[in-house]
T-cell receptor
């Protein structure tokens, strides 16, 4: 079992729809969780971070965390073609320091 | 966030040679990391670059193959030694910045390495 699992996709959604990206992790001791967006040929850029159960909203993005189910998700509302990218889920499995483990990423395609 | 630069941005190298990648950040940071992203794969942590002491390597990565220097709080280098085509990858440095509720890693632009 991989430490961080994501569906590789591609996830195809029409412009204006909600894109839902999911991630599960295996280490129950994980404390903080991150979503990075990576455009082809570019480095990852941080979209959201979350460390408490529940929802965290930032503009069109909402991160959801359920530690009991070991599940993190990212919702993108009003999806735009410019959102087309690979979304990487990262989990901090460090204790007292940061050590990120990345999922393989979900490729999102938003069609006009 | 921070401004992070890497040199070179890309290189094509012959097998058996070595390449040193530089990472520079515009502010002092405690923790810097080096990652590898092989074609079509996600990011794998190579090591944590510690200022003033030896780097901490992850399982599967060794100092002889990937020596790392961290002479100060704004700069680090990663050397890929005795390269083979399997080392063809994107190498990324990242820095850890303190946030309000959680510390966060920010990535440099990466170095795309091709080994022939």
């Amino acid at each position: 079992q991989k430490e961080v699992e994501q569906n590789s996709g591609p996830l195809s959604v029409p412009e204006g729809a909600i894109a839902s990206l999911n991630c599960t992790y295996s280490d129950r001791g994980s404390q903080s969780f991150f979503w990075y967006r990576q455009y082809s040929g570019k480095s990852p850029e941080l979209i959201m971070s979350i460390y408490s159960n529940g929802d965290k909203e930032d503009g069109r993005f909402t991160a959801q965390l359920n530690k009991a189910s070991q599940y993190v998700s990212l919702l993108i509302r009003d999806s735009q073609p410019s959102d087309s990218a690979t979304y990487l889920c990262a989990v901090n499995r460090g204790t007292g320091f940061q050590k990120l483990v990345f999922g393989t990423g979900t490729r999102l395609l938003v069609s006009p | 966030s921070a401004v992070i630069s890497q040199k070179p941005s890309r290189d094509i190298c012959q097998r058996g040679t070595s390449l040193t990648i530089q990472c520079q950040v515009d502010s002092q940071v405690t923790m810097m990391f080096w990652y590898r992203q092989q074609p079509g794969q996600s990011l794998t942590l190579i090591a944590t670059a510690n200022q003033g002491s030896e780097a901490t390597y992850e399982s599967g990565f060794v100092i002889d193959k990937f020596p790392i220097s961290r002479p100060n709080l704004t700069f680090s280098t990663l050397t890929v030694s005795n390269m083979s085509p399997e080392d063809s990858s994107i190498y990324l440095c990242s820095v850890l910045l303190a946030g309000g509720t959680t510390d966060t890693q920010y990535f440099g632009p990466g170095t795309r390495l091709t080994v022939l």
